[in-house]
């Protein structure tokens, strides 16, 4: 699987601190978590530790951020960069963190992931078990994966068509949520959705154009195909479009707080 391998780890790395996407997405839902206040943060699906720095920039000099992840070379890398005693890693699935003995958090981030986890609701169920009453619970998915509008960029176009071209299959939809039942997932964990708002990153096209060099970005999409077909894709795609171009990607923010047992905030 790609995102368990060190070389996919690397390269996300880089990515992540080189281009603008991660850091203005991480940034965004550190302002909306109230980090100011937060005493224990738990970082899920961690990463190579690039929402763990926005979070430590931000966060008291008192608070302490676990970081999980069930890919063992995502954390290796979140280790090797992160040198603040403030945080540490573990690997970890994110349906195992709640029978982990991780303590209690009061605020949970997870930057560009939740819709990759293989059940959502029992992801939403086991970070409720880690957080204490009143806890807040921040998150983000591309609008495309909620069935949401979304501009089309050139690139994407050209990509599909030298998949196309290459595998004699066309490109299919990728997996979305269903936005309705964001909601009543959240519930049903026991969170109350407080907060749900579209924000948009504006870019340029090529970083979307390095962000699909990441093995876990273009291998789900090329099934069947070796790391040379990949590489011509890529090459024909990036051909076929402008670097320079801004493109538009929305992406839908959530932040829900953990309710008590009786119902109330907690606070």
Known sequence: MAWRSWRN???????????????????????????????RILD????????????????????????VDASEAMVGVARARTIDPR?????????DIGRMSLGSFDRCLCNAAIWQFSSVPTAFA??????????????????ER???????????????RAIEARSGERLHA??????EAVEPWLSAAGFRLEYRDRFT????????????????????????????????????????????EIVLVPWIFFVARRIGENGARGE
């Open 126 to 143: 086991s970070v409720a078990r880690s957080l204490e009453p009143g806890a807040l619970f921040a998150f983000n998915i591309p609008a």
């Open 201 to 244: 990153w504006r870019g340029r096209q090529g970083e979307l154009m390095k962000l699909m060099e990441i093995p876990a970005m273009i291998e789900p999409m090329t099934p069947g195909l070796d790391d040379t077909d990949r590489t011509a894709i890529l090459r024909e795609a990036g051909q076929a479009s402008d670097p320079r």
């Open 44 to 67: 899920l699906a961690c990463g190579t530790g690039s929402t763990a720095a926005a979070c430590l920039a931000a966060m008291p000099p008192e608070a302490s951020l676990v970081g």
């Open 174 to 179: 990728p997996r979305t949520l269903d936005a």
């Open 9 to 39: 780890a690397e390269i996300y790395a880089a990515f992540a601190r080189d281009h603008s996407i991660y850091r203005t997405l991480n940034e965004h839902l550190v302002d909306l978590a109230d980090l100011e206040n937060a005493r």
């Open 146 to 160: 909620l069935g949401e509008p979304s501009p089309i960029h050139p690139f994407q176009v050209a990509l599909a």
């Open 87 to 95: 945080a540490r890693f573990e690997v970890t699935p994110a349906a």
